[in-house]
């Protein structure tokens, strides 16, 4: 709910300051939706193979500290 207020804010103001919005779909794994919520979950609980799957190559280098 609050990523669907925050596009429609993003669609109804943005354009009228000349910003295209262009909306993506959420990246999917074995059918199953990539979330930030996900991700911060599997770091929490120290899952650093679990989330490499899952993000890109320069996302897990700055969530590991440079270490690939």
Do not use: Q, W
Request: hydrophobic share 40%.
């Amino acid at each position: 709910p609050m990523t669907n207020m925050y596009n429609k804010a993003l669609f109804e103001n943005l354009p009228k300051k000349g910003i295209e919005v262009i909306e993506i779909e959420r990246a999917e794994k074995e059918n199953d939706v990539i979330s930030a919520s996900r991700v911060r979950a599997l770091i929490k609980e120290g899952k650093l193979d679990e989330v490499k799957t899952l993000v890109p190559e320069t996302t897990y280098a700055h969530i590991t500290g440079g270490i690939l």
